[in-house]
Structures are given as C-alpha cells and as structure tokens.
C-alpha cells in the first residue's frame, strides 16, 4: 500500500534535506528493477532491457548549469519556499548532480520501458534491436517521488542525459525544447487542462550538441542545417509518469508469455497505476477483475474529457503515439505540440506526424490509444470471459462517450446549454471560407456581436463578396438560440451565455512565434521574456494591460506563415 498522504498543514520545504522528510519511492518499491542492471545506476549505454519495470539511472549533470526560471505558483501548490529554487543545493539536484545529497535521498533515479503504437499499430523498428526490448526513456529520468501537501508527485528531470533506452543518442534536450515545455505546461494547468507540470529550469553555460534546425527565415519543410545548441535540464512533475506504452511493453510480453513473471509484472504495473492515479474511481477492496473494467472506465473519462478540452483551446498533441499518452489521463511529452491560429481542422505543427494526429482527427487518435490501452490489459482477463467482454464493451463505446464529450465542448464555446450540430458546421464552414485565427475568434465572439462586423479582428483577410450576409445571417441564428434557452429572459440568457463563453475560450494562448524571441534570447543569457510568458500565459481567461493586449492579442504576422520552426518542426529536442 501507499504511504498515507498527510494533509496536515506542515512547514515549507526550505531546503532539500526539508524535501526528503517527504519523500516515498513507491514505484521503486513495488515494483521490479531490471535483474541485469547495475544497482548503482551506472547505465549509460544503450542496451536490451528484457525484464523489469525500471532501471537505476544516475543523471548526466548538465556543466556549468545557470537557473532560468521555475514555477512560483507550482512551488506554492506544492509547499516549496520561494527562496528554494535560488539555493545551491536545489541547483545542484535539479541539474542533474545527485552526489552528496542527503542520504534520504537515493544517490541514482529510474527511467523505464515502454512499447510504441502509432496510430493502433505496432512497433518494433524504432528499437535498435529490432525487438521493443530497447524502447523507453531515453533521456529522461525520475529522481524524487514525495508526498507534499497531501498529494503524491514524481519529479523527472528531462535531458539528464543517457539511459540504456537511449537509442545511440546524447541523451540532452536543447534550451529552445527545455523553454517550450518549461512555458507550455504551466499555460496548459491554468487553461484548466490536465498537465504535467513545471519545477524548474536550468541551462548549461557551456556545454552544447548539436541539432538540425532551420536557417533564419526559411520556409522549408526539413531543416537545412546543423545548429550548436546549449543543453538545459527542465524538471517535469506529474502524479506518474506511467504511459500507455508502458502497459503495452507489459501486454506484449505476457501475450507472448517471454518469460515467467511477464504477467505478474504486468499485473504488478497496472495494480500500482490503479494505486498512484484512480484510488478514488477504482474500488481496491473489489475482485481484481472489476478493478480492471472500473480502471478502463475511469480512463476513458478522463482521456476523453482531456481531448474535448485540448480541442477547446486548439492544442494539437502532433506525435499522439501510446507512449506520449498518460495512464492518468493527462497531457504528456510537449514535443512537436502547438496551438491553432489559422483555422484548419487538418493542423498540424509537425512535418513527420501525418494527418492521422492533426488538431480535430485527435479524438481519433485518442481512440486508438485507448484501445492499446484495452488490448494491453486484456491477458490479466484470459481467465474471466465475462470481464474481458464488459472491458470489450467499455472499449467499444469510446467514440460514442468521446462525442458526448466534444457536444458539450462545443455548446459550451457557444454558450448554449444544449448542442446544435447544424449550428456548429454552418459555423465550421464559415470559419475555414473566411480565415479566422481559432482562438482570437471564439474571444471576440464571447462578446455577442450581432454583426459580423464585431468578429473582424479575428480575420486574415477581408471578407469575400457574399459572405458578410451569410455571416450574419448566421448571427441571427445563433442570437435566438440563446435568446429562448433557459428561462426565456433575453437579457439574463445573453448575460449567462458570455459569461460561460469567457470561461471557455482563453484570451491569451500560446503563439509560437511570440515563444522564438524568448528562447533565442535565453541562448544569450536573458530571460526577461521567458519572465514575461510566465506571467502572461499563467492568466489566460483575464483581461490583461493594454500594452499586453497589444502585443498578444492579435493575429500571426504574415511572415510567420510557413516559417520553418514557428508554423512547423520537423523536431524540437
């Protein structure tokens, strides 16, 4: 069982001997090490892992690390003084040095397996054995698991360099990468959304890697050039870091039954995911069989609840493969993400992802984790007919509850209480004839225009002949929709249906473009910007300072169009 997680009022965590009175290393302790692993954590050569659900890894520190930034409204959620991110010692752990540490804390972390899916498929070709075996993470690794104020949460630093999953490569995470995600989590928690979160971030002063990148202003699909990067380490936190791909890695093995606890430690995994994210939706006390179809329940929710929401705010995930899809049913691995501003259902910030992952196909996406998902669990039912079909059925009504979901997302986005399809495409067509910027239009329609007139800011070009009445014809429509729902009371409907507007559509979202300058500076050593974002994007529902207003509320600049590493990347690490 888990530890108890107190919820007494306790003293800030000041220093780091304050965080390991916290600590519990649950996953380490229930679970199964690597058998052929070094127990020092001396893993930093790529190899076959065949068995175990983790290996010891000690972090590669990053030379010379320099503090950047870190998350005071996070620090203050997880009862961390603010003064701690200035110190020596916090440096230190979260740039990768784990040596002379407290002796509560282990001397090395872990980082774990997982299998890949793409899209419902298998496989095996991005393993360098060619066999799922070397698959995992490869660059990052988990090096606190503590209980704060009540609630348990795993630290993992990304970039910290080699793990036995790194597949040949360095093992590090470049700023502009470490900056993205670094911001993009925080914007995602205060959107409302289900997020891994953000620690800290630190910068190495001197040590760099190379990548390929774009030259500056090109508008090529494929980077040109190989670019010197300095590597950072940001710090990612979350309930767990179990993916989808790690129960898969799991599922496999005891379906091919490769060895003779592959089942035992697929049941150990998913008994530990039950314990660390659904203690509250799965009943412990019931037959592990029901615990399962309760597990799948409790995921579908939220899985899909997560997508509705993603789609709200016009995130696309761009690599939506099982292993970036969380267990617990959050937002993971912000690499080849971005946010909408050119309505386009087909968006999709990355060269390598296909439409399969672009911005409205990702409730499709969705589905087809979570029926690797369902497939991962099964064997631990080969036993149980009746429960293997119910998970069947559970699995089967996805898309049924994931439209359900997408309904009330988009009823809500248009303050209305209950949804009209024939409303929503009429709109849909109009915004792609027109070219509206996603976000910047649902704000400015949370105003009530009865004109199209009032909607003109979130446009890229001026209206074509024809369409302005088929605009506000539109308008009319929707105004008296609202006008007779509830209680029939035109000025109070109108009053509830902006106010429930403004809460679903932000007005401040991530713009790539405006992200650039913040990380290009960091290379030279400011970090005003990134400052700035912080505080911006940590407010996006409220209206800000005219001169924030200026310079964020408003439409990509034309030479950002089809910019090579603002529209799209090939990569971002």
């Known amino acids: 069982m888990l530890k108890q997680q107190d919820n007494t009022a306790k003293q800030r965590v000041q220093t780091i001997g304050d965080l390991s009175e916290h600590l519990d290393y649950s996953f380490m302790n229930a679970l199964v090490a690597d058998p052929q692993a070094d127990k020092n954590g001396d893993e930093h050569t790529p190899r076959q892992v065949f068995s175990g659900h983790y290996v010891p890894v000690t972090p590669t520190p990053i030379k010379d690390p320099k503090y950047i930034a870190h998350s005071p409204a996070f620090f203050d959620e997880l009862g961390f003084d603010e003064q701690l991110a200035y110190t020596d010692e916090f440096k230190q752990l979260f740039s990768g040095d784990m040596a002379a540490l407290p002796s509560a804390i282990k001397p090395h972390g872990w980082s774990t397996g997982y299998a890949l899916s793409i899209y419902g498929t298998e496989y095996t070709q991005q393993c360098p054995f060619q066999t799922g075996n070397g698959y995992g993470d490869g660059r990052a690794i988990s090096v606190i698991e503590a209980v704060l104020n009540g609630k348990r949460w795993e630290m993992q630093l990304k970039g910290a360099g080699r793990t036995p999953y790194c597949r040949g490569a360095d093992g590090r995470a470049v700023l502009r990468s470490s900056v993205r995600e670094f911001l993009v989590q925080e914007h995602m928690h205060a959107l409302g959304i289900p997020t891994s979160r953000s620690l800290s971030l630190f910068m190495s002063q001197s040590e760099t890697v190379d990548r390929p990148w774009y030259l500056e202003g090109s508008h090529s699909q494929d980077p040109e050039v190989m670019v010197q990067n300095f590597v950072a380490i940001s710090t990612r936190v979350a309930p767990s870091f179990i993916r989808v791909g790690q129960l898969e890695l799991f599922g496999r093995r005891a379906r091919r039954n490769e060895y003779p606890s592959a089942l035992e430690e697929l049941q150990k995994l998913v008994m530990h995911l039950i314990e660390r994210e659904y203690p509250n939706e799965v009943d412990s006390s019931q037959p592990f069989e029901s615990q399962l179809i309760a597990l799948a329940k409790a995921f579908r929710e939220r899985l899909t609840s997560l997508i509705a929401n993603w789609i709200r705010v016009g995130y696309c995930q761009g690599n939506f493969n099982s292993d970036n899809c969380a267990a617990g049913g959050y937002t993971l691995d912000y690499g080849p993400f971005g946010f ?234």
């Not at 499709?364 to 149980?384: G, H, Q, S, W, Y």
């Not at 910047?440 to 009865?450: D, M, N, Q, T, V």
């Open 340 to 573: 909408c501003e050119l309505f386009d259902p087909a968006y999709q910030p990355w060269t390598g992802g296909g439409r399969h992952f672009s911005f409205l196909n990702q409730p499709v996406a969705a589905e087809k984790n979570f029926d690797m998902f369902c497939r991962a669990i099964e064997p631990l039912l080969t036993n149980a007919p009746s429960a293997l079909e119910a998970l069947r059925e559970v699995n089967s009504a996805f898309s049924a509850v994931m439209q359900e979901k997408m309904d009330t997302m988009w009823a809500a986005k248009l303050g209305l209480n209950t949804f009209n399809n024939e409303l929503l495409l009429q709109l849909l067509h109009l915004m792609m004839r027109a070219g509206v910027d996603y976000n910047l239009f649902f704000r400015e329609l949370s105003k009530l225009p009865k004109e199209v007139s009032g909607l003109t800011k979130s446009f890229y070009v001026p209206l074509k002949e024809g369409m302005t009445e088929q605009w506000n014809e539109w308008l009319d429509t929707w105004h008296a929709l609202i006008k007779h729902q509830g209680d029939g009371k035109q000025q109070g409907n109108s009053e509830l249906a902006a106010q429930k507007m403004m809460r679903s559509n932000p007005k401040y979202t991530w713009r790539e473009w405006l992200v650039v300058p913040a990380y290009k500076e960091a290379e030279q050593g400011t970090f005003e910007r990134i400052h700035a974002l912080q505080h911006i994007l940590s407010k996006p529902y409220d209206e800000q300072s005219a001169q924030t207003e200026a310079e964020h509320y408003r439409l990509r600049p034309r030479e950002y169009f089809g910019a090579g590493g603002v529209s799209h990347y090939s990569c971002s690490s």
